[in-house]
């Protein structure tokens, strides 16, 4: 099992929608966990940390389960500029060592 | 917020060539920085772990004689590709943090390597 699984995607809805992408880790020992948001052919870029009571920032919510050891991005009300890679970023357990998942991508249609 | 600088942001050079790349950390000092590779439409790839004033820790699979990494200050990493030849053309990115385990890595702009 990969250390940080996600569905590749694409996910391809309408603006407006709602969508959820999820990320298993492997090593229950991982504390810290990201969303990074990735643009074609550029650098990722910090979306948000995802702490253990689940946190929201506009219109995005992330979400952490410890039992089934997964994370979780929704996104509502989507946007043509939303279209990007979403990467789950695990920090390997007790350390700093940042594991990526291959990213989900996902494309908003007019 | 946290500001990673890299260059050259583009590198187009001949086949045996040694490229050197740079990544500093502009506003806080970074113990720790990070080296990944990134090919179309794959994920990003931990290259090494480049630790300021010890060796550098390289990832299973990755030729630490082939990508040099040196980390000199707290502010600056380097990667050199030497000899480098087409199938190590890439997107290389270097990625650095406060040295604490719930602190998010900020990335560079990347590098995006292409050798001829």
């Given at each position: 099992r990969k250390e940080v699984e996600q569905d590749p995607g694409p996910f391809n809805v309408p603006e407006g929608a709602t969508v959820a992408f999820n990320c298993t880790y492997s090593?229950?020992?991982?504390?810290s966990f990201f969303w990074y948001r990735q643009d074609c052919r550029k650098e990722p870029k910090l979306l948000m940390s995802v702490y253990s009571s689940g946190n929201e920032d506009g219109r995005f919510t992330a979400q952490l389960n410890r039992a089934s050891q997964y994370i979780s991005l929704l996104i509502r009300?989507?946007?043509?500029?939303?279209s990007a890679t979403y990467l789950c970023v695990v920090y390997r357990g007790g350390s700093y060592i940042p594991t990526f998942g291959r990213g989900t991508s996902l494309i908003v249609h007019p | 917020g946290a500001v990673v600088s890299q260059h050259p942001s583009r590198v187009i050079c001949k086949s045996g060539t040694s490229v050197k790349i740079e990544c500093r950390s502009l506003d806080f000092q970074a113990t720790t920085m990070f080296w990944y590779r990134q090919f179309p439409k794959q994920s990003l790839m931990l290259m090494a772990t480049s630790n300021e004033g010890s060796k550098a820790t390289y990832e299973q699979g990755v030729e630490k004689d082939k990508f040099l990494i040196n980390?000199?200050?707290?502010t600056l990493s380097t990667l050199t590709v030497t000899s480098?030849?087409?199938?190590?053309?890439s997107f290389y990115i270097c990625s650095a943090s406060l040295a604490v385990s719930n602190q998010p890595q900020h990335f560079g702009d990347g590098t995006r390597l292409s050798i001829l």
């Open positions: 090593n229950s020992a991982s504390q009300d989507s946007k043509l500029s939303d | 980390h000199a200050s707290l480098a030849h087409p199938e190590d053309s």
